[in-house]
């Protein structure tokens, strides 16, 4: 359900054509999925096994960080059906 939320978030707030928006955040979300497996294991085989939960608990702050921030850009998507 979130994966709706947000695709629909970017989609309604993106200043460029819906095709771009949409591969452009296909882009980084596989992007993202695929190497966060592999830097998880060398945060765990680098510090302690507990690392790759603080360092996504970091990025998942930073990110409600940006999304404060950056919300006068979101002014734009309209609400659901």
């Known amino acids: 359900m979130i994966n709706t939320v947000l695709t629909t978030a970017v989609m309604g707030s ?3 054509e819906r095709s771009i928006a949409s591969s452009s955040y ?3 979300r ?3 999925g695929a190497i ?3 830097i998880a294991g060398v945060l765990a085989e680098s510090y302690t096994a ?3 939960y ?3 608990a970091g ?6 960080i940006i999304l404060l921030l950056g919300r006068k ?3 734009n998507i309209q609400a659901g059906h």
């Open 26 to 28: 296909s882009a980084v």
């Open 36 to 38: 966060a497996p592999w």
């Open 54 to 56: 603080y360092v996504g």
């Open 73 to 75: 850009h979101l002014v």
């Open 59 to 64: 990025v998942v702050l930073l990110g409600m």
């Open 14 to 16: 993106a200043p460029v």
């Open 50 to 52: 507990s690392t790759p």
């Open 30 to 32: 596989f992007i993202g």
